[in-house]
């Protein structure tokens, strides 16, 4: 098992499969790198594939402390630097997105060829003034506030609610299934510190810094965020085009794997 210990004493788990230009894989919130399987086999016939499970996730410790969207774009820089990545395509689901966007933040994309987003917002907590966010824009901070008391008080029933809303086609026994993975690899924790992480931040100021090549793509059915969210992304993105995934959720990677394997190799060989 390969860990990169980081400056925190924090060891995270990371496999490099193929050579050539290097695709860092960075998966979403309570899963890990497995999520990518599938573009894993495929891409390192023509590449060299980073995949990784974020801290508190997977095969990685699980502290106590650094769960914050700072310190998981550290790592990922502390990665790039233990591996020596330059011209990365980076790719980001959910919250592997928000992690990208904290990179650039913290880092810049000096160290980017290109960025793709997979289903996600720049600011996840709606308000007045902002309705791009969670669910369509029907997510403000009391509906935050009550997840977290949740998450903390029994986060199998919550992976169980989220669930059956971010895939609504779900039969009760997929729902069972999908839930007893989520509550095997995860500690409640990591996954009420991660939610807190993505409600508090916003990224949209960061968004015109990101002069890389990017693709925002988005499910079409996705019960999480709207096409307007992705067709805010790409107005603020000087350098992106929204592709769409038809007749898929927010678990669209996992849901049409081919083709998510074709956007990413169609960036990743410009």
């Known amino acids: 098992m390969t860990l990169l210990k980081t400056s925190d004493g924090t060891n995270l788990y990371y496999e ?20 990518f399987l599938p ?8 590449f060299k594939v980073i995949s990784y499970d974020l801290r508190g996730h997977g095969k990685s410790d ?16 502390e990665l790039m630097n233990e591996l020596a990545l330059e011209n990365v395509n980076l790719v980001g689901w ?6 990208s966007f904290e990179y650039v933040r913290k880092y810049g994309v000096n160290r980017l060829k290109s960025l793709t987003i997979f289903d996600m917002t720049p600011k996840l907590l709606n308000d ?9 824009g029907r997510y403000e901070i009391q509906d ?5 008391t949740a998450l903390n008080h029994d986060y199998s029933a919550f992976g169980k609610e989220f669930m059956s809303i971010a895939a609504p086609y779900f ?8 839930n007893s993975l989520f509550v095997e690899g995860n500690t409640p924790h990591v996954l009420a510190a991660m939610w807190l992480a993505m409600v508090v931040n ?29 067709e805010y992304l790409v107005s603020q993105i000087p350098n992106a085009k929204a592709i769409p995934f038809e007749n898929c959720t927010h678990l669209l990677v996992a849901e049409n794997p081919d083709k998510t394997t074709e956007v990413i190799y169609d960036i990743a060989s410009k």
């Open 202 to 230: 916003d990224y949209r100021d960061v968004l015109p810094k990101i002069t890389v090549s990017t693709q925002i793509v988005y499910g079409d059915q996705s019960t999480l965020y709207s096409k307007e969210t992705a």
């Open 128 to 136: 007045e003034e902002w309705k791009y966010g969670l669910f369509h």
């Open 39 to 46: 573009q894993i086999e495929t891409l390192s016939k023509n």
């Open 94 to 99: 959910s919250m592997g997105a928000s992690t």
């Open 171 to 178: 039969t009760e026994e997929m729902i069972e299934e999908t």
């Open 16 to 35: 490099v499969v193929g050579e050539g230009e290097p695709i860092v894989l960075i998966h979403g919130w309570g899963q890990n790198n497995e999520g």
């Open 62 to 77: 699980k502290p106590h402390y650094g769960l914050t969207l700072s310190r998981f774009a550290d790592d990922l820089e």
């Open 144 to 148: 935050a506030l009550r997840d977290l």
